[in-house]
C-alpha cells in the first residue's frame, strides 16, 4: 500500500515570467512562452531543476564548512547529475562542494564511470527526487494558470548609428507580473510492498552501493517525518526566488507558498 502525502503549490509571480516553448507559427512570436493545451504552465522539469537547486544549496550552507564538509557529513554532499560537467561545474568538485563523477547518484553502481568507486551513497537531493536506476518520494507538479500573455519585442542597437539594427526586431511572449500558476506536489510517505519510509534509508537490495547512508540508523514517527518535509522539501520550495530566463532583463521573480 502506498501512503502518500498530496500539498497545494502555488507560484505567483512578482516580474515577468519566461519559460520559452517550441516556435508556433500561428502566434507570429518567434519565442512563445510554454503552454499545454493552450494553458500556461510552468513544467514540472523547470520547477524540479530549481527545486534541486535550492537543495543543494541548503545542503552546501548547512554541512560544508570552509572548505571541507563537517565530520561525518560528507553523505549529504550533493552529486551533479549528468555525463559531462562544464568547466566551471568541475571548479565546484574540485572545491568540494559536489561530488566528482565517480560519485554521480545511480543504482545498481554497474556504470563504468563509477571507475572502482564502489561504495558512493544516494546524496540527499537524489534521495527526494530520484537518480538513475532509483525513483524518489517526490513527485513535482506542472503548475498551470489560466491568464494570457503579454507580447514584447527584442532587439539590437547598431553601435554605430544608435539605432534599432535592421532585421532584430523580433517579437516575443511573457507571462505578466501578478499571475497565480498552481499545482499539486505529491509525497510518498510509504510504501508498505517495498518497505521504504520517509525520512528512513531504503532496504536497497544491491550491495555495491552505500544507499541512503546520510539516514543510516534513522527512524521517524509521523512527527519527526512532518519535520522532515518541512526542512527539506515545504522549504526548500519557499526559498525558491528566481525561474525561468531572462533574468538580466529583469524577468523571473516568484513567490512560492505550500499548503
Known sequence: MLKEKILKVQLRTKEPLRIGGKKDPLSGADNP????????????????????????????????????????????????????????????????????????????CTDRKCGNNRSHSICPVCYLLGSMGLNGFVKVPFLFAETST????????????????????RPYELVPDGTVFEGTLTILLEDTVLGWKLGEPRNLGETQTLGDKWLEGKKVDEKAQEDFIKTYIT??????????????????????SVS
Open 33 to 108: 512562452v510554454t503552454k499545454i493545451g493552450g494553458k500556461l504552465v510552468i513544467p514540472g522539469s523547470s520547477l524540479k531543476g530549481v527545486l534541486r537547486n535550492a537543495l543543494e544549496q541548503y545542503l552546501i550552507d548547512t554541512y560544508y564548512d570552509n572548505g571541507i564538509w563537517k565530520k561525518e557529513l560528507e553523505h549529504f554532499m550533493p552529486c551533479i547529475p549528468g555525463d559531462e560537467l562544464s568547466e566551471d561545474e568541475k571548479k565546484l568538485v574540485s572545491a568540494g562542494k559536489y561530488r566528482d563523477q565517480s560519485g554521480t547518484c545511480r543504482y545498481p
Open 235 to 256: 522549504d526548500r520550495l519557499k526559498a525558491i526566488k528566481v525561474i525561468g530566463g531572462y533574468k538580466s532583463k529583469g524577468f523571473g521573480a516568484v513567490e512560492i
Open 150 to 169: 503579454t507580447e514584447l519585442y527584442s532587439s539590437r542597437m547598431d553601435r554605430a548609428t544608435k539605432t534599432i539594427a535592421h532585421g532584430t526586431n
